[in-house]
């Protein structure tokens, strides 16, 4: 098979899937920035099971210290290369078929040294922590170490190794990543329960679509993958159409005899380009809305939560507070005969009234109502902040939602499965059931 055979038939075909792996992100990329466009932010306290997004600093008692730059920091990963160069001498057949050499210089950087740790941490907002394992996550740190250098330079054997790579120049570039302790990070994926704990963390995953933690704000993450979205769309539609002018100029060098073909080929890969976006928008508006669904789930299950705890601790107080105020009557009265008896007198015996007493309080834990009102109400503040919280992100994906069903093109897709706006929800739509007790009763 010659050049031009291979060009006439391996042009469309390799431009072709080129093209579609470049469609294949494309549209990944799409369905990934909708994703961070949808989700709301949630507070750390405010984090129920399933897919979240959060804003913090990384916090850990006892950090790691980076490689290169020498920070504390929470992950970091560095790398060592080496720069080489060489010259090639190669042997060619020229158009007389006269056999000819040249040389050519090339040159180029080899990892010569690598590595990297992470450890969990805990990320830190204006209403509390909560755990972050990152294993498995796409991260993107900072770069917060860069340097080029000789043998001279100290950096060049102290942290990089002692043997050099063929041909080298004897240049080294160091550079490090890393999540510096403090950072204010984007979290993105999935929540489940601790196993030690009762409490939620952030870790991979396989059935979530995203785990993401990165130093950069939301609106550049954003703006990321949209750039990355278009752009590869944009280079799929020239690489489909560049495959079929490869094959015109194999054939017989005539463009204008083909530019129909052209035109075809880039009008299907623009249909299917279409058809790809309507698939990823539609099942991306689905999963909004089960997202809205298990929000309301959220609220219903801190409701219950509230329903099942708040009334059986009332009562507990209550019940404390009778069993130390006949505690108090009882202390009362055995004081009160005691000191009611004349000396020399039949009467109560001393020993027998305090034994009673004692006896009492060794059986019972000394109680106090000032804690047990503590607890009562940082019991009811919690609750009714993970109730606001709940409601709160209900209505904020909500409002997502109803902004999709708004927007073009996406209200026409909600139009043909008949997708309605939610409701948002007021503090009319969950009337607090009272629980003010009063207490002194």
């Known amino acids: 098979m010659n050049q031009q055979t291979i060009c006439i038939y391996g042009g469309p075909v390799i431009g072709c899937l080129v093209a579609f792996v470049c469609l294949f992100f494309a549209l990944r990329a799409a369905r990934r920035k909708r994703l961070v466009d949808n989700i709301p932010t949630s507070k750390t306290t405010g984090v129920f099971i399933g897919l979240v997004e959060l804003n913090g600093s ?73 755990l972050v394992r990152p294993e498995g996550a796409d991260i993107q740190a900072q770069q917060v170490f860069e340097e080029t250098c000789g ?51 952030i870790a991979r995953d396989a059935s979530a679509p995203m785990f993401l933690i990165s130093t950069k704000s939301e609106a550049k993450i954003s703006g990321g993958l949209a750039w990355q979205y278009w752009c590869l769309a944009i280079i799929g539609l020239l690489v489909s159409v560049a495959g079929m002018i490869v094959r015109t100029m194999a054939m017989n060098g005539r463009p204008e005899t083909d530019y129909p073909i052209w035109i075809v080929t880039g009008t299907v890969f623009i249909g299917i380009w279409f058809l790809g976006w309507l698939r990823m928008a539609f099942n991306s508006m689905v999963e909004l809305k089960q997202r809205v669904r298990q929000a309301w789930s959220n609220v219903d299950v801190q409701l219950k939560r509230r329903n099942d705890l708040i009334p059986k601790l009332v009562e507990i107080v209550k019940g404390l507070k009778d069993y130390e105020r006949n505690l108090q009557s009882e202390v009362i009265r055995l004081r009160t005969e005691l000191t009611a008896t004349p000396p020399g007198e039949s009467g109560p015996n001393p020993s027998a009234c305090l034994s009673s007493v004692t006896i009492i309080a060794e059986r019972y834990p000394e109680l106090k109502t000032s804690n047990a009102f503590l607890l009562l109400q940082e019991e009811l503040s919690c609750t009714e902040d993970r109730i606001s919280l709940a409601r709160s992100y209900f209505n904020d994906i909500a409002t997502f939602y109803n902004t999709r069903l708004e927007t073009i093109p996406d209200r026409y897709i909600a139009a043909i499965v008949a997708m309605k706006p939610q409701s948002l929800m007021t503090a009319d739509d969950f009337e607090r059931k009272s629980i003010q007790v009063n207490l002194a009763e």
């Open 58 to 130: 990384a916090e850990v008692e006892t950090p790691i210290r980076g490689f290169l730059a020498e920070i504390p920091c929470v992950f970091h990963k560095w790398d060592v290369e080496e720069h080489w160069s060489r010259t090639v001498t190669e042997t060619y057949t020229d158009s007389k078929g006269n056999p000819q050499t040249r040389t050519r210089t090339e040159n180029g950087w080899s990892t010569v040294a690598s590595g990297g740790e992470m450890i969990p941490f805990y990320l830190k907002d204006d209403c509390g922590i909560i």
């Open 151 to 201: 043998r001279s330079d100290p950096l060049y054997y102290a942290k990089g190794p002692a043997a050099a790579v063929s041909n080298s120049d004897h240049r080294r570039r160091f550079t490090e990543q890393a999540i510096p302790l403090h950072a204010v990070l984007y979290v993105m994926g999935q929540a489940r329960e601790r196993e030690n704990v009762v409490a939620p963390e």
